[in-house]
């Protein structure tokens, strides 16, 4: 009978018997196997079951996440300061908004005033409150994790692995709900996206126009007056999304505030299901951590759902493209990440990384079928595009484009950065100055993120390192243009996770809770300028350091790997050719 060599176990472990053995050989006290192979990958064995104490510490958490996402309702209410048209809304469609407040109860109240940072009497004290309350939410997520990590570890059956996305996905809809009627408004974004919308809508202009032609007797333009509104900053692919949501929800202000948050909360689910099922094919032993990771994160929650970002609707397409890509659809793939850049040109950086996997996958076609096919990939590509932008090209022209990417890529101010903040220190030294510069410090940006877009293009071969390298652009960027806001995070963490490498997510989860002290510092009445050097500069510093004393403990205490005894082959040694010094040799390359 023909035994699979995957499977090739000594009988006499197997039946844990007792055989004499030569002298000088020990035989190992646990049996050893070698994975099968199903494609080429590994596939292990479940070897444990799932213990309900995971399942129900993992309930526990969710729980007492959801009730602190409660305790956050008087928070907002209290510490945004300004912005009262928006403030009443929701609080006018749903009375009973207000008797969750627990601030309104006069013991609860009494016993936070007794801490003086905590005052309730002020807008700081409930500023000071909502940052705790954040870091014991974070707490609460890293717990979580852990517990998912340590469940990840025994190998669990499909069965078991399928009981714990079902007890993670209803809390995470539980959390989404919570933020959906969240009374934080302190961005007007979601009021800007109904604006433009009506401006295509109602009164038939183009949202990409000058300033002047945006109407003051908008709906909404008395609600955002505090803001400087302009042409629309967004991807025409936006656009047309949010036309759909305006038209349905009339002429209240309310109804178009829940329309988006609702939209946020479908995708918020539907990204957290892709996630799972990404990082079940990537690396299923960080598949439930890395969920958890996104599913129940704070800063997503908030800005995702509450703030309702578009960036939310970004991730969707890009997840929707990692998630064809598996599936070896790779047209459907590209085709998502395409319509991912046209709702925010700075994918366009993304769609470079994607394209290895797709010329690699395209060198086992034939001649004829190889070009077809990219003609095919190229003309749909075109036709996506030109629907996308033509009915906003009208008066426009080509300064449509060059308007959004000088937006993205090289704008003229520093606003919540790095760059912002060494402009605010107001040093004398030349270089220094020289360096704050706007067009310098977009030069700086542009020469780092290019440097890893470029090593990425070289090394990238597989889906895995294309969610790597993008991930780190996006991190750069992040990190590095002259404007930085909180909601800038959102994408840069998903592919962080999507990676799976641990000082990836462990950066970019840092510098999601500085997002989060970014946004505790604008709900201040005077923005302080130098912020980014705690929400930035301080995570980037922690990472470092931390990244440097890692590796020096591994190399100095790690200890030397056992040897491995050499296996002598039939036929005497082989001389094998060197690699092709342009490129290194990955083991899921294959060869020419």
Known sequence: MKQN?????????????????LIGVTLPTTPVTTPQLRNGTPQFVARKHLSRGVLWKLITLGLLLSLLSLA??????????????????????????????WTAWPPAARAINYVAIF????????ANLLLAGLALAFALQLLAARVGRKAARERLAPRDASRVFWTILPLTALLSVIFLFAPA?????????????RMVTVFHVNPYGPSHLILPGNLLYSVITTWQVGPAPYGPLWLDLTLPVTLLARD??????????????????????????????????????????????PVVLLLGIAEMHYELVVILFILLASYFYMRRAFLLGWVCVLLAALMSPLCLLLLPLFFPVL??????????????????LIGLSLIIAGLAYYPYWPGQGAALITTQLRQVFNPDTAINSLDAAIQHLRLNARAIAWLAAPLTWNILAAIVAGSILLLGIWLVDNLELSLLFAGWVLLAMFALSPQNWPWGVLLPLTLAICSSSARTVLLAFLLTTGAALSYVFWLGQDVWAGQALVTIG??????GWGFFFTSTWHMTRGGNPAPVP???????????????????????????
């Open 72 to 101: 956050f309702y008087p928070l907002f209410a209290g510490a945004i300061s300004g912005h009262e048209a928006a403030k009443q809304v929701l609080p006018g469609l749903f009375p009973w908004l207000t008797r969750l407040f």
């Open 359 to 376: 010329w690699k996958e395209t060198r086992g076609m034939q001649g004829g079928q190889r070009a077809l096919w990219w003609l095919l």
């Open 5 to 21: 060599p995957g499977e090739s176990v000594s009988r006499s472990l197997r039946a844990r018997g007792t055989h004499p053995a």
């Open 538 to 543: 301080l995570p980037l510093v922690i990472w």
């Open 252 to 297: 209240s202000v309310a109804n178009l505030l829940i329309g988006f948050r609702l939209f946020g909360v479908l995708v918020h689910l539907a990204n957290t299901f892709l996630l799972w099922q990404i990082l079940g094919r990537l690396r299923v032993e960080r598949r439930i951590a890395g969920t958890l990771l996104y599913a129940w994160n």
């Open 119 to 126: 005052n309730l009497s002020t807008p700081m004290g409930y």
């Open 185 to 197: 408004v302190m961005w007007p974004q979601v009021f800007l996206y109904g604006l433009y919308g």
């Open 566 to 592: 050499a296996v002598k082959t039939a036929g005497g040694p082989r001389l094998s050719h060197p690699s092709w010094p342009g490129r290194p040799t990955w083991p899921g390359r294959r060869e020419r």
